[in-house]
């Protein structure tokens, strides 16, 4: 029976940091829940069935995404993309694009897309509580790896090396 590694994780210890040639902004005002989410646009593998019932799969190398981001409303990061969203709409080119970076920063993960932009404003409410602003971030040729956040067990750490995954020593089991 292998022995169970206790895991830690801090939403404060999130870290995503957007930036460009201009500018490197760390955003800061995450909203409490979920803050921030990526989903593929398209699916890396999706199961094709024939009328015989012949089966093949349709592989796709399409790493876009979206980045959804939820601020709340007095964030200074909201300045920062709303500036950034109306300089890219203004210019009409790529002068504007980013990157984004997230990490988790007591854990294995990690999310980099080189080319990003803002898809579109957050829809803007006002009430007698403190609302959220939803930001939408497009994201191009994602290269992420979704990690744990507990320390690897020897067997887990073969199957990771044989894999072509390094396991980082602070993350080995004794």
Do not use: C
């Given at each position: 029976?292998a022995?169970?590694?206790?895991?830690?994780?801090?939403?404060?210890?999130?870290?995503?940091?957007?930036?460009?040639?201009?500018?490197?902004?760390?955003?800061?005002?995450?909203?409490?829940?979920?803050?921030?989410?990526?989903?593929?646009?398209?699916d890396?593998?999706?199961?094709?069935?024939?009328?015989?019932?012949?089966?093949?799969?349709?592989?796709?190398?399409?790493?876009?995404?979206?980045?959804?981001?939820?601020?709340?409303?007095?964030?200074?990061?909201?300045?920062?993309?709303?500036?950034?969203?109306?300089?890219?709409?203004?210019?009409?080119?790529?002068?504007?694009l980013?990157?984004?970076?997230?990490?988790?920063?007591?854990?294995?993960?990690?999310?980099?897309?080189?080319?990003?932009?803002?898809?579109?404003?957050?829809?803007?409410?006002y009430?007698?509580?403190l609302?959220?602003?939803?930001?939408?971030?497009?994201?191009?040729?994602?290269?992420?790896?979704?990690?744990?956040?507990?320390?690897?067990?020897?067997?887990?750490?073969?199957?990771?090396?044989?894999?072509?995954?390094?396991?980082?020593?602070?993350?080995?089991?004794?």
């Amino acid at each position: 029976m292998a022995s169970q590694q206790l895991g830690n994780y801090s939403p404060e210890d999130v870290v995503m940091i957007i930036a460009n040639d201009k500018f490197s902004h760390t955003i800061t005002g995450m909203a409490d829940g979920t803050f921030i989410s990526y989903e593929r646009s398209v699916d890396r593998a999706t199961l094709y069935v024939g009328a015989d019932l012949t089966a093949a799969r349709v592989l796709r190398r399409n790493k876009a995404g979206t980045v959804s981001l939820t601020l709340h409303q007095s964030a200074e990061s909201n300045d920062v993309l709303s500036m950034i969203a109306q300089l890219d709409e203004e210019a009409h080119d790529n002068s504007m694009l980013f990157s984004v970076t997230i990490k988790d920063m007591l854990g294995r993960s990690v999310f980099f897309a080189s080319q990003a932009f803002i898809g579109n404003d957050p829809t803007t409410t006002y009430s007698t509580d403190l609302e959220t602003r939803d930001w939408t971030i497009t994201v191009i040729d994602v290269d992420r790896h979704t990690g744990g956040n507990a320390k690897v067990d020897p067997e887990t750490q073969a199957t990771l090396q044989s894999l072509g995954y390094t396991v980082e020593d602070k993350w080995k089991s004794n």
